[in-house]
């Protein structure tokens, strides 16, 4: 909105600065990280009071979880309600990748919310089911996809590789759609405890940052020889909405929890992340940027596979992050060593913009 007012005015003065989008991330975080600070304390006691007893804790968890009873979820509207605003400020509104990325965050938080909100309301942890949840994610994906193609590259980059490796055509929807699904699915599997998920997702949206200027910029594209994606600049303001939104949460969401992100937050930043990286073309480098929900998807699997095949386990509990409280580990020694891998996954990707 601003970045419009400015230029019908003609970047007069002091507005000049709005043209910069290093200058409107600047006031992206600081939007986003204010209006979360701001809303937090009353939307949280409107949850509680709203829910009741809270989020249903698994009966199968760790034990340690059933002290955490009576936590509201659904906190993923307080980053979302921060970052949507933050974003309509700062944005420039005729870029159709941001609104293609808005479009995946929103309608993935939208699915979040109605899982929680069966949740809630059955005091159960199952939610909405399965195939139904899929089915519109990778319809949102795919529309998503769809709009940030736009006829232009549908080329797939591989890390290491310079230039494009393959042109999927059309199956680059369904590639889009399955990327921007995963990854939110990832987040949330990696949600389970406090502040686990919320921290590596600011590290991913800060590495996402700097691809999504370098990619945008020409100059800086054909120096590292990553693809030029014109227009994708302006997701440096999504990226530090992010940004402030997450530590606007973390507030609240650091141990002990005063309330959970939800399946509400946790698909809707993870699959704004996945469409970040749909638009910039580092979808293979986000899998390593965001390695750490990788590996908590990959041990999800791995157990439900070896379990119904030889009825062994191959954690102690799956997701990973339960199996090093099943050893032993304190929850916040899980979440703080996390929090190093994420960061250390995110400069291992950053640093395959240079080995190409």
């Not at 409107?24 to 986003?32: N, S």
């Not at 590596?200 to 910029?217: E, R, W």
């Not at 070896?306 to 954690?315: S, V």
């Amino acid at each position: 909105m601003l970045y419009l007012i400015a230029e019908q005015l003609g970047f007069p003065g002091l507005l000049n600065l709005i043209r910069y989008i290093t200058f409107r991330a600047g006031g992206a975080v600081a939007t986003a990280l204010f209006i979360g600070m701001m809303i937090g304390p009353r939307f949280i006691g409107w949850l509680r009071v709203r829910q009741g007893k809270g989020q249903p804790i698994r009966d199968d968890g760790p034990k340690s979880h059933l002290a955490k009873a009576g936590t509201p979820t659904m906190g993923g509207l307080m980053i979302l309600t921060a970052v949507t605003i933050s974003m309509l400020l700062w944005m420039d509104l005729h870029n159709r990748f941001t609104w293609a990325c808005m479009l995946v965050m929103l309608g993935f938080g939208a699915i979040g919310f109605m899982d929680d909100y069966d949740k809630v309301t059955k005091r159960s942890h199952k939610g909405v089911s399965g195939r139904v949840r899929l089915a519109a994610e990778f319809l949102v994906g795919g529309l998503a996809t769809w709009i940030i193609l736009g006829g232009g590259n549908s080329h797939l980059y591989l890390p290491f590789v310079n230039g494009p490796v393959m042109d999927l055509g059309l199956f680059y929807i369904l590639f889009g759609a399955f990327i921007i699904a995963g990854f939110g699915n990832a987040v949330n599997l990696t949600d389970g405890l406090d502040g686990l998920a919320t921290m590596p997702v600011v590290i991913a949206s800060l590495a996402l940052f700097v691809i999504a200027y370098l990619t945008g910029n020409a100059k800086f594209a054909t120096y590292l020889g990553i693809p030029h994606v014109p227009g994708a600049g302006d997701l440096t303001i999504l990226c530090a909405a992010i940004i402030g939104g997450g530590l606007a949460f973390l507030w609240f969401n650091a141990p002990p929890a005063a309330v959970f992100m939800g399946d509400t937050g946790s698909l809707a930043l993870g699959g704004a992340l996945g469409a970040i990286a749909v638009v910039a073309h580092h979808e293979i480098v986000l899998l390593i940027i965001g390695g750490l929900f990788v590996l908590e998807t990959v041990s999800v699997i791995l157990q439900v596979f070896f379990y119904k095949r030889t009825g062994r386990r191959i954690f102690r509990m799956a997701p990973i992050h339960h199996h090093f409280e099943q050893l032993g580990w304190s929850e916040p020694t899980v979440v703080i060593r996390f929090w190093i891998i994420s960061f250390v996954l995110a400069l291992a990707g950053l640093a395959t913009l240079k080995l190409r």
